[in-house]
């Protein structure tokens, strides 16, 4: 009886380790005598009892790493990166999960090399860089590093999703200077920017004053001319009134002379009202009169002669 019950027992559990349950995303490995028999995928599967064995599970599904490492530019300035890893299983085929399942004793051997060589080509990359364009080449690193290491991961059974630089920095003497480099570029700029803005302001200035002296001038000019004008005018309208005055003295058989001495008076009595405080010196005197008379009496008979030969 006992021996009915054990093996009744044993029975019970060899069928129970027939059943296996694979969990969603992951992938198991089998192995009969330490040999790969075949992969399980997600849900209830049947294996064969005793024999064989759940040797790895493997997840299909992203996953993540973050590390940080150091490299030296062409110009021996040091370069500290903060990256995250963005890594998965290439495909859930039976060939990619062998790979992945044998390439490597554990996960901690697999990390270890996936670490080691994406920093390896990174310092490979910036080795031939300068240390003013690593913060512009982001995209560049990335892209090198998945160009040098998609193959070696595919044999793997893994690809590089992703390389995320999340942070680039250099040494603090390198980060003072790259800081003083950029207040001088600033102030080269501002100093440029300063000296256009003042020579655009003198330049309009002087365009103001250029056409503020032009405008003057020919103001200048057109009231000058107006003046010239004005002041011809007057003198014809003066003659013309001098010639009409002489012409009725002359139908009245008077002296033209008399003209004169009206004129004479008339700018005494002028130069009295108008003079404003000026000190004007005249002879007043009966000869100084006569003298001035005769001297106007002679203009005259000039300008009669100059009159009479024109005609």
């Given at each position: 009886?006992?021996?009915?019950i054990?093996?009744?027992?044993?029975?019970l559990?060899?069928?129970?380790?027939?059943?296996?349950?694979?969990?969603?995303?992951?992938i198991?490995?089998?192995?009969?005598?330490?040999?790969f028999?075949?992969?399980?995928?997600p849900?209830?599967?049947?294996?064969?009892?005793?024999i064989?064995r759940?040797?790895?599970?493997?997840?299909?599904?992203?996953?993540?790493?973050?590390?940080g490492?150091q490299a030296v530019?062409?110009?021996?300035?040091?370069?500290n990166?903060?990256?995250?890893?963005?890594?998965?299983?290439?495909?859930s085929?039976?060939?990619?999960i062998k790979?992945?399942?044998?390439?490597?004793?554990?996960?901690?051997?697999f990390?270890?090399a996936l670490v080691r060589?994406?920093?390896?080509?990174?310092?490979?990359?910036?080795?031939?860089k300068?240390?003013?364009?690593?913060?512009i080449?982001?995209?560049?690193?990335v892209?090198?590093?998945?160009?040098?290491?998609?193959?070696?991961?595919?044999?793997?059974g893994?690809?590089?999703?992703?390389?995320?630089l999340?942070?680039i920095?250099?040494?603090e003497e390198?980060?003072?200077?790259?800081?003083?480099?950029?207040?001088?570029?600033?102030?080269?700029?501002?100093?440029?920017?300063?000296?256009q803005a003042?020579?655009?302001?003198r330049?309009?200035?002087a365009e103001a004053?250029?056409?503020?002296i032009?405008?003057?001038?020919?103001?200048?000019?057109?009231?000058?001319?107006l003046?010239?004008?004005?002041?011809?005018?007057?003198?014809?309208e003066?003659?013309?009134?001098?010639?009409?005055?002489?012409?009725?003295?002359h139908?009245?058989?008077?002296?033209?002379?008399?003209?004169?001495?009206?004129?004479?008076?008339?700018?005494?009595k002028?130069?009295a009202?108008d003079?404003?405080?000026?000190?004007i010196?005249?002879?007043?005197?009966?000869?100084?009169?006569?003298?001035?008379?005769?001297?106007?009496?002679?203009?005259?008979?000039?300008?009669n002669?100059?009159?009479?030969?024109?005609?």
């Amino acid at each position: 009886m006992s021996y009915l019950i054990t093996l009744l027992i044993f029975g019970l559990i060899v069928l129970l380790s027939s059943f296996v349950t694979v969990k969603q995303g992951t992938i198991s490995v089998t192995t009969i005598f330490g040999k790969f028999n075949r992969i399980l995928r997600p849900g209830l599967n049947l294996k064969v009892p005793i024999i064989e064995r759940i040797f790895k599970k493997i997840s299909v599904q992203n996953r993540s790493a973050e590390l940080g490492f150091q490299a030296v530019t062409i110009d021996q300035a040091n370069v500290n990166f903060t990256a995250m890893l963005l890594y998965s299983v290439i495909n859930s085929d039976e060939q990619t999960i062998k790979n992945v399942a044998f390439k490597f004793i554990d996960e901690r051997n697999f990390m270890q090399a996936l670490v080691r060589s994406v920093e390896g080509s990174v310092r490979a990359y910036v080795a031939t860089k300068r240390q003013a364009e690593v913060l512009i080449l982001r995209r560049e690193i990335v892209e090198a590093v998945k160009d040098q290491l998609d193959q070696t991961l595919e044999h793997w059974g893994y690809h590089l999703i992703d390389l995320q630089l999340n942070d680039i920095t250099f040494d603090e003497e390198v980060m003072r200077s790259m800081a003083k480099v950029v207040a001088s570029n600033n102030l080269k700029s501002a100093a440029e920017n300063e000296g256009q803005a003042l020579l655009i302001t003198r330049t309009k200035s002087a365009e103001a004053e250029g056409n503020f002296i032009k405008i003057s001038a020919q103001a200048e000019k057109e009231a000058s001319k107006l003046k010239g004008e004005g002041i011809a005018l007057f003198r014809q309208e003066v003659a013309k009134g001098m010639a009409g005055a002489a012409k009725e003295m002359h139908e009245a058989n008077l002296d033209a002379s008399l003209i004169l001495f009206s004129m004479w008076t008339e700018a005494v009595k002028n130069f009295a009202q108008d003079g404003k405080g000026n000190v004007i010196f005249l002879d007043g005197s009966v000869d100084g009169m006569q003298k001035t008379m005769k001297d106007m009496m002679a203009l005259n008979q000039i300008n009669n002669q100059n009159t009479n030969t024109k005609k």
